[in-house]
């Protein structure tokens, strides 16, 4: 069974930083897609950045680029979302997902097959 266990979120002032963590177990691959997605109120699930685990390749959406970092600590097995210099439009439930490694990465939250429960980022002043 594939469990998430996510923390790190919570209100900030514009202008704040937070950082996210993620950690999977009960997964059979060696190697996969880890993700960083989000959802506000009335609107689509929006991937932020994936990373391959295998080789550490990622890719950030324009909307993040410049101010999210995803890292991992491959001793914990514990990804991070490092998310600086936040906004009022930053407010959302984050959620990290997984699916498994294909050749190229991912941002379609249609492709990821598991999820972790979501944690809540409020940025207001």
């Known amino acids: 069974q594939v469990q998430f266990v996510e923390s790190g979120g919570g209100l900030v002032q514009p202008g704040g930083s937070l950082r996210l963590s993620c950690a999977v177990s009960g997964l059979t691959w060696n190697y996969y897609t880890i993700g960083w997605f989000r959802q506000a109120p009335g609107k689509e699930r929006e991937g932020l950045v994936c990373m391959s685990t295998m080789d550490g390749d990622r890719t950030y959406a324009d909307s993040v680029k410049g101010r999210f970092t995803i890292s991992r600590d491959y001793g914990h097995d514990m990804t991070y979302l490092q998310m600086n210099n936040l906004k009022p439009e930053d407010t959302a439930v984050y959620y990290c997902?997984?699916?498994?490694?294909?050749?190229?990465?991912?941002?379609?939250?249609?492709?990821?097959?598991?999820w972790g429960q979501g944690t809540q980022v409020t940025i207001s002043s």
């Open positions: 997902a997984v699916r498994q490694l294909w050749s190229s990465l991912s941002l379609d939250a249609g492709e990821y097959e598991y």
